[in-house]
């Protein structure tokens, strides 16, 4: 099933960035003053990972880390689940469903040029993605 919506037309064009290099306490000030989940991390041009409010929890607060000095990179993914700004939105949605992630960053030719969201997807086709949910949901109670 295609939606007719191109990944480009629903996705976030300019996602809040950072770097590698940055301590946790200033990356987590940046999502809060971005109302963000999640950053994109990047070292010049080149997309390295992704940090989400979950990984900070995850790694860094339920492992007692010393905030002050892990790094973005010491618990950012570097597993990157991605996808092309010409892929139809209700392919993004499944690759979503199918990989478990709320967010998948739009590369074009190696260059990031966006990240889909779910929020994105509410805010622009909100009936696809009930009924994707819907139907996963159907799927796991057999």
Do not use: W
């Not at 929890?57 to 700004?85: C, F, Y």
């Amino acid at each position: 099933m295609k939606s007719g919506i191109k990944v480009y037309e629903a996705m976030t064009k300019n996602p809040v960035v950072i770097s590698p290099d940055i301590e946790l306490p200033v990356c987590a000030r940046k999502m809060l003053s971005n109302n963000v989940g999640a950053l994109l991390v990047k070292n010049k041009n080149r997309l390295m990972g992704i940090i989400t409010e979950k990984d900070i929890v995850e790694q860094a607060v339920g492992k007692e880390l010393n905030l002050k000095r892990t790094k973005v990179k010491d618990i950012m993914s570097t597993l990157l689940i991605v996808t092309s700004p010409e892929a139809d939105l209700m392919e993004a949605i499944q690759k979503m469903k199918r990989e478990d992630v709320r967010r998948l960053p739009v590369v074009n030719k190696n260059k990031l040029v966006g990240l889909l969201t779910q929020k994105d997807i509410i805010s622009m086709k909100p009936d696809l993605f009930i009924h994707l949910v819907s139907t996963i949901k159907k799927q796991k109670r057999k």
